[in-house]
């Protein structure tokens, strides 16, 4: 999947308080705050680009998205994504990764080892190198820098998540939650 220039903007909200100590009252405070705010996205000044990073001030310091894959999802695994994806020409340089992914592509579009009524994988832990959503494979790939990988991941999770599931669909809720509650922990 190559990474999006367009990115969607999501703050999640954040209600259980376990303790009940001052920071997490004032924390909590904080964060209702901004939820009735609107957040408005970081763009990169003087780019071309229409990439942003989205964050959030808290205490003295920037807060940011930390890419994880959310189970019951499975966006990434229809591989036949349509005209605004990129296809495995664009993506591979080798002849052999392009047959290979053409090779996993079922009759309705996603892959061969994605199993639909429990959305996993079959060959999770043997998957190509390919359907890993590291920084390795983002630089190899895309040329994407291990510092960038965050963004473009999220970025790109994001926009395939919507082209499949749509931009109200709780798989996009999850791993909005998902991206932003690994920030909190």
Not at 19 to 36: D, W
Not at 170 to 175: D, G, S
Request: charged content about 25%; aromatic content about 10%; hydrophobic content about 25%.
């Amino acid at each position: 999947m190559a990474p999006s220039a367009v990115c969607s903007y999501y703050h999640p909200q954040v209600s259980n308080i376990v303790c009940q100590s001052s920071f997490s009252i004032v924390t909590s405070a904080h964060r209702r705050e901004q939820k009735a705010q609107k957040i408005k996205p970081k763009t990169n000044s003087g780019s071309s680009s229409n990439t942003s990073t989205r964050s959030i001030k808290g205490f003295g310091r920037e807060r940011k998205e930390l890419w994880g894959c959310v189970e019951g999802c499975g966006a990434c695994c229809k591989l036949a994504k349509g005209p605004s994806f990129a296809t495995p020409e664009e993506i591979f340089t080798d002849p052999a990764d392009i047959e290979l992914y053409r090779s996993l592509i079922g009759a309705d579009g996603w892959c061969i080892h994605f199993e639909k009524s429990t959305r996993t994988c079959s060959i999770y832990s043997d998957r190509p190198y390919f359907c890993r959503v590291e920084p390795e494979v983002f630089k190899s790939l895309y040329g994407i820098d291990k510092k960038k990988f965050n963004k473009e991941a999220c970025s790109c999770c994001r926009d395939t998540i919507k082209a499949i599931y749509g931009s109200n669909s709780e798989e996009l809720n999850n791993f909005n939650r998902s991206v932003w509650s690994s920030d909190y922990t």
